[in-house]
């Protein structure tokens, strides 16, 4: 069965992930922002939803996921807006990889670390694709619903920058299961 993935989907799979961090994978950017992914992003088989990526700052992002929903019973999970603010913590090998800081609603209302990394592809097309790491490509954790809430940042950087160092590694580094997309462009920044 085909499944369908919306942007609805980054809800779910914000609140259902092990991989929310405590800090961020580095304390700075490491590369420049990627124009690419500026504006408004929809799947044409979710109208309502939208996810709106803009400039803030010199090299970060501001991102608000809208799951569209009018009113509260419409909703699977949390809030019907999220807001991200974050920045690349690219891997070497060209990997496009963002820590995105949970800033709206606050994450301890919601029961979450603040900080996850999110990798994307811009293809051909133009369309874009995000992915949750997969948790089997981090270094061992602790246990719990947040088993890397304490470990540093930096570490998980490094071991992830040594695992994605081969043509093995760099195919088992994201989840394909948490593919959110295609995501085609609604509006242009």
Not at 84 to 99: A, K, M, N
Not at 137 to 153: F, I, N, R
Not at 177 to 186: C, M, N, S, W, Y
Request: charged share 25%.
């Amino acid at each position: 069965m085909k499944r369908l993935l919306a942007l609805l989907a980054l809800l779910a799979l914000l609140a259902l992930s092990a991989c929310h961090l405590g800090e961020p994978l580095l304390p700075e950017p490491n590369a420049d922002r990627d124009p690419r992914l500026l504006g408004e992003w929809h799947n044409p088989e979710q109208p309502g939803a939208s996810l709106r990526i803009t400039a803030e700052g010199d090299r970060r992002y501001r991102i608000v996921h809208d799951t569209g929903a009018k009113e509260e019973n419409d909703r699977d999970l949390g809030p019907g807006k999220m807001t991200f603010v974050g920045y690349h913590t690219d891997l070497p090998g060209g990997i496009r990889l963002l820590s995105l800081e949970l800033k709206d609603p606050p994450p301890k209302e919601i029961e979450l670390q603040p900080w996850l990394p999110l990798g994307y592809e811009v293809k051909a097309d133009g369309t874009v694709v995000f992915r949750l790491l997969d948790y089997r490509s981090l270094p061992p954790g602790g246990d719990g619903p947040h088993p890397y809430a304490g470990m540093p940042g930096r570490k998980i950087w490094d071991h992830l920058a040594k695992v994605a160092s081969t043509p093995e590694g760099r195919a088992r580094l994201f989840d394909s299961d948490t593919a959110i997309g295609p995501l085609q462009r609604k509006r242009a920044p």
